[in-house]
């Protein structure tokens, strides 16, 4: 070694002492997890000075790299290692980083600055104390080169990472040589070439990073609730605007007259005193009353037409036994329901009426039903009388957000337009509603427990025209009179027996402690004894005569049914105790049925009946069978597919527009997610990106899906009856699904507009609108099926608890990387959350809206999370398919599951 080079060697050993010595200098390593520097072509057209080489492929084990143990200047970043003799490296000199370069540390090579980057040579200045400093400040020091001991000269550094290579926010940068500072009405983030446009109405002062608000968001919400707010009150003032359009506008259009009903006084209650005034009406309306005495609540006028066929049943020792437990609650009923007869179960509590009503209709789902029920003299499955079949169950199940006249509409259209004209239904559902008296309140909503409809009796006279207005053969109803005063449930009986005389049908009603006319209405009376066995069948005076005869007469100022069901009450519990009846305790019965001897007397009154029965005509049927037979039955033909599709699509926004307080609640909630994001977020890096991301697809799908419970889960009651009246259950699916599809576009609006606003990420607002477009449509499926499976109380719960596991497997912590650990059920497990893939989605927009001199920033977190930046549609096509899947799912339990229900 000569000694030039050996004098070389020391210099460099003193020197690095000497640069160690020094507090402010130092030399900076590559730590581990830090994520790789990413070499960049050199597209800015720098030429990288002599001696330095241009790093291609760097890696941290690169053979370029000095060893650390030399302690060299050139580990330092922000220099490199001008090496002007190959042979040599120890040949080299310390140099500043070039122009258009960056210098990592413990490397002698120069990388180029990509697009977005600052990388000018920084200069020396003094500070006013005389303090030697850099401009611009790359967060490098200077070195002091020294000769023989003394300071020669003072080095500035240039920029040592991306990270100080990037243009600084609040500035732009058009070339990787010049800084401007970001104008006032713009704004410039980090690594900004240009600089961007504030939003409309936003305030960018000069400087400035962000836009501080953004008003479009919040001109959006104004418009949006002043038109909420003009639509609430065409619903509120609905009539009076009818009105005014038919007094004002419409005869002025069409030049033709009918008349209506003026309102008699301020409360829109019709008086005696109500004048005619000309009108315009179409009988095609839903809202068409006929004629004038219709709307008064006349009585109605003409015949009820009677049917050609007609339904006469015999059932035989029918038993019912629960499933439950096994136990029997109705054994050996055996009796007759004829035609053009109104017959009613009567009996005591726990007697089976309701039971037997059941097991004759077929809607004993709860219990195995033995022994054999003939219809017009054969043994035939009562499904297969569906279509003209009736069902009034005793609680009041039907859209309480409707009219009465539109609960009466829409049953007859989806139950008879398959066989009659649209005509012909319109005026079935005004002679139903004369029929019942309940003309005057027709166009009155039903009501609720929260919001006040029409009265308890009211509805439940609804209710029974639900089944009328489907013009039935056979009808069964479950305590048509319960709640109902004794004028209403006159009237009802009235009712009822009119259509069995009238339109010859069979009507079967299960009464409970009728008045004296009440129970004289009906044609026939079955009453039963605790333990489901028939104690009589007959008309109200056969049952006078026979309980007569059996030494139990009926005592003046007593109500007879009142009397029977007492008579059968006591003479059970004693005959049950081996007691005889305390009128007939020694006495002795004809042939005609009564008691022959006293042991006569301890038989409960069921057995006794049946004894009568086969002492007087061996078991056989005193009347002859309907004329009919089950071979000239026709089912009837039920609407096609795409009518009851329109129907049910029709009914469901109508309701949403009954429901549009609530509907304006659900997106009051969703912008106030949004606003509270946004502010909470405002400005947010790519590091908290997945996060924010994160907490979005909580706040969406939690909202969205509360919002879809109400879908089906509220109305399971009202499906159930219509699915056993026979609707078509696909097209009601269909057509709720397709009335929220204006909610799930209109959602996503409503969350961005302020959280977009507030935020300002760099991807744009379509990416953002398509990507919580999905999100909505697969929560919406998910909320579906929770609400068909579980019941209102649980499935919030489960909503909840879903939402948040989704969320926790979204991604954004724990990562992906750290899922696939577990090696096939990670994976499994984070594919199945939709949050997942939605922050998967936008995060990848995010990233790649980002400068080119941040990509190691990007390659960083993108690595860490696990996330891919090249599958946003296969991101958006995961969401999707999600919600075909989850609605289908849906479907098939909205159909397989409580198929009892909907027998």
């Given at each position: 070694m000569s000694r030039i080079q050996l004098c070389r060697v020391l210099l460099l050993v003193v020197g690095a002492v000497v640069y160690s010595s020094v507090p402010s200098v130092g030399y900076t390593c590559i730590l581990e997890g830090e994520a790789p520097i990413i070499?960049?072509?050199?597209t800015t057209g720098s030429v990288p000075p002599l001696g330095a080489s241009v790093c291609t492929d760097w890696k941290p084990d690169n053979v370029s790299c000095?060893?650390?143990?030399?302690?060299?200047?050139a580990c330092q970043g922000g220099f490199y290692l001008n090496i002007r003799d190959p042979r040599s490296p120890l040949s080299g000199e310390v140099q500043s980083c070039p122009p258009g370069f960056y210098c990592p540390s413990n490397k002698i090579c120069v990388i180029p600055c990509p697009d977005g980057a600052y990388c000018v040579k920084s200069n020396l200045t003094y500070s006013a104390s005389g303090k030697p400093q850099c401009k611009p400040d790359y967060e490098t020091l200077q070195v002091q080169k020294y000769t023989n001991g003394t300071v020669s000269s003072i080095l500035c550094g240039g920029p040592a990472s991306l990270k100080t290579a990037q243009c600084y926010a609040g500035f732009f940068c058009p070339s990787i040589n010049e800084s401007n500072k970001c104008t006032k009405g713009h704004f410039c983030r980090a690594g900004r070439q240009q600089p961007q446009p504030c939003p409309l109405l936003s305030t960018c002062k000069a400087g400035t990073t962000a836009p501080v608000l953004n008003g479009i968001g919040l001109i959006f919400d104004l418009v949006l609730i002043l038109l909420v707010l003009v639509f609430w009150l065409c619903l509120k003032y609905k009539h009076e605007l009818k009105k005014a359009y038919h007094k004002h506008v419409r005869p002025r259009i069409f030049k033709t007259q009918s008349y209506e009903l003026l309102q008699a006084d301020d409360e829109g209650e019709q008086g005696v005193g109500a004048e005619l005034r000309?009108?315009?009406?179409?009988?095609?309306?839903?809202?068409?009353?006929?004629?004038?005495?219709?709307?008064?609540?006349a009585p109605a006028v003409g015949s009820i037409r009677p049917k050609g066929f007609t339904v006469d049943i015999r059932f035989r020792d029918l038993s019912l036994t629960l499933k439950s437990n096994k136990k029997k609650v109705l054994q050996g009923a055996t009796g007759e329901l004829r035609p053009s007869t109104l017959t009613a179960i009567m009996g005591g509590s726990g007697a089976g009426k309701t039971t037997l009503l059941n097991a004759l209709s077929g809607k004993a789902y709860y219990g195995t039903v033995d022994g054999l029920v003939e219809i017009n003299g054969a043994p035939v499955d009562i499904s297969r009388y569906r279509s003209i079949m009736g069902f009034v169950p005793q609680e009041d199940i039907m859209h309480r957000d409707l009219t009465a006249r539109e609960v009466l509409y829409y049953q007859g259209m989806l139950r008879l337009s398959g066989c009659a004209s649209f005509a012909d239904i319109n005026m079935k559902v005004d002679e139903v509603l004369r029929l019942l008296g309940i003309s005057h309140i027709g166009d009155?909503?039903?009501?609720?427990?929260?919001?006040?409809?029409?009265?308890?009796?009211q509805r439940k006279r609804v209710n029974i025209g639900m089944e009328l207005v489907a013009d039935p053969t056979l009808l069964f109803l479950d305590e048509p009179t319960s709640g109902l005063d004794s004028v209403s449930s006159m009237q009802v009986c009235e009712a009822l027996?009119?259509?069995?005389?009238?339109?010859?049908?069979?009507?079967?009603?299960?009464?409970?402690?009728?008045?004296?006319?009440i129970f004289q209405m009906f044609h026939e009376v079955i009453l039963l004894q605790p333990g489901g066995t028939i104690a009589f069948q007959g008309s109200t005076h056969e049952a006078k005569d026979y309980f007569t005869d059996m030494g139990y007469p009926v005592s003046?100022?007593?109500?007879?049914?009142?009397?029977?069901?007492d008579v059968i009450d006591d003479h059970n519990k004693k005959s049950a105790a081996?007691?005889?009846?305390?009128?007939q305790s020694d006495s002795?019965?004809?042939?005609?049925?009564?008691?022959?001897?006293?042991?006569?007397?301890?038989k409960s009154l069921g057995d006794m009946w049946t004894t009568r029965q086969q002492s007087t005509d061996g078991g056989k049927p005193k009347r002859t069978l309907s004329e009919t037979s089950t071979q000239n039955f026709t089912p009837r033909k039920p609407a096609s597919f795409l009518v009851q599709l329109l129907f049910f699509l029709r009914r469901a926004f109508v309701l949403q527009l009954r429901q549009f307080g609530v509907l304006i609640l659900d997106q009051l909630l969703v912008l106030i997610a949004g606003a509270v994001l946004g502010a909470l977020y405002s400005e947010v890096r790519l590091q908290k990106v997945a996060l924010l991301l994160c907490m979005t697809s909580m706040a969406v799908a939690l909202t969205s899906m509360l919002a879809a419970l109400r879908c089906f889960g509220n109305n399971k009651p009202v499906f159930w009856r219509e699915s056993s009246a026979g609707i078509n259950r696909p097209a009601y699916f269909m057509a709720v699904n397709i009335s929220q599809i204006p909610i799930i576009l209109f959602t996503p609006l409503v969350f961005l507009s302020l959280f977009y606003a507030l935020v300002s990420p760099r991807a744009f607002f379509r990416d953002y609108y398509a990507a919580v477009l999905m999100l909505v449509w697969a929560a919406h499926g998910l909320g579906y099926t929770i609400s068909i499976i579980f019941n209102h109380r649980s499935s919030q719960m489960a909503t909840v608890v879903l939402v948040l596991i989704s969320a926790m497997l979204s991604g954004a912590q724990p990562s992906l990387c750290k899922m696939r650990k577990y090696k096939v059920i990670g994976p499994i497990i984070y594919s199945l959350s939709f949050a997942r893939w939605f922050v998967e989605a936008l995060f990848e927009k995010e990233a790649n809206r980002y400068p080119g001199v941040l990509v190691d920033e990007v390659a960083l977190y993108s690595s860490l999370q696990g996330y891919s930046l090249d599958k946003f549609s296969l991101c958006l096509g995961i969401l999707f398919l999600f919600g075909l899947i989850t609605r289908a799912i849906a479907l098939v339990c909205l159909m397989f599951t409580h198929r009892g229900q909907q027998k």
């Open positions: 070499p960049f072509p050199n000095l060893p650390l143990v030399w302690s060299t200047p000309p009108v315009t009406r179409e009988p095609s309306d839903p809202g068409y009353g006929g004629t004038v005495e219709a709307a008064r609540g009155s909503e039903i009501g609720d427990e929260e919001k006040r409809g029409i009265s308890g009796g027996r009119r259509v069995a005389e009238d339109g010859h049908l069979t009507v079967v009603a299960v009464l409970h402690q009728p008045r004296y006319e003046e100022n007593v109500n007879p049914s009142d009397h029977y069901l081996g007691e005889s009846s305390r009128l002795s019965v004809s042939t005609d049925g009564s008691y022959s001897n006293p042991r006569e007397a301890r």
